[in-house]
């Protein structure tokens, strides 16, 4: 079954920290992966996507993730972050082939200390 | 380029009354479309999805539908609505060139008091 774990619920780092979260996906293609992130009471801002190529993808607002097929997982990295950065991440899988679906993580949200 | 428009932004129902909630979309043509659904202090919970006109995927069973009547509009309703419906709902457009990113719509906060 196609699914998408994002193990860490919440997160807390310090303002300047780096910062990786974590994204595993179960999905039976090669899937189409993508980071979003949500700001409270806002709709979602994509960070990223990876469709194929080189598997360090660099996104906006400094972020970046790499693919790594043989762990299934797609995690989110940046050296420095700022207070700005606290909100929800989500990470999505899909679709391979047009009619499949996307699927989302549950998200992690981020808490910046300053 | 490709625009979602999803209204109304926020929207206070009564428990029993209908809903409906729309979204179009701009720039493209013959795209996958979704509803999803984010209750608070969780995920995202796919709804329904369409990849053409009159064509819908149920996700999970529940007193909500969805419709497909014009290539670029996606309708998201009930007859009845229940306490549990209430959250914030995303409607979602990827169109056919894969590669390409999933747009969001700005949401609509639904309260069913």
């Known amino acids: 079954a196609q699914s998408v774990t994002q193990p860490d619920i919440h997160i807390t780092v310090s303002e300047g920290a780096s910062l990786e979260l974590r994204c595993n996906y179960s999905?039976?293609?090669?899937?189409?992966l993508f980071w979003y992130v949500q700001s409270p009471g806002q709709g979602l801002q994509l960070l990223l996507k990876?469709?194929?190529?080189?598997?360090l993808v660099q996104g906006i607002k400094g972020f970046e993730a790499e693919f790594k097929r043989s762990q299934s997982s797609f995690n989110l990295r940046k050296p420095s972050v700022h207070w700005s950065d606290a909100a929800e991440y989500f990470c999505?899988?899909?679709?391979?082939?047009?009619?499949?679906?996307?699927?989302f993580g549950k998200g992690t949200r981020l808490h910046i200390l300053p | 380029s490709q625009t979602i428009h999803q209204w109304p932004a926020t929207l206070v129902q009564p428990v029993g009354s209908p809903l409906s909630l729309e979204c179009t979309v701009e720039?493209?043509?013959?795209?996958?479309l979704y509803w999803y659904r984010q209750a608070a202090g969780r995920g995202l919970q796919l709804l329904f999805y369409?990849?053409?006109?009159?064509?819908i995927s149920s996700e999970v069973p529940q007193n909500l539908s969805a419709s497909r009547p014009q290539d670029r509009q996606f309708i998201l309703s009930s007859k009845k609505l229940l306490l549990s419906d209430s959250g914030f709902y995303l409607c979602?457009?990827?169109?056919?060139?894969?590669?390409?990113?999933?747009?969001f719509g700005s949401g609509t906060q639904l309260s069913v008091l």
């Open positions: 999505a899988v899909g679709p391979a082939n047009r009619d499949d679906k996307i699927i």
């Open positions: 999905y039976g293609a090669t899937p189409y």
């Open positions: 990876y469709f194929s190529g080189d598997t």
């Open positions: 720039g493209t043509s013959n795209p996958n």
């Open positions: 369409s990849v053409g006109i009159g064509q």
């Open positions: 979602a457009c990827l169109f056919t060139g894969f590669g390409s990113k999933l747009f």
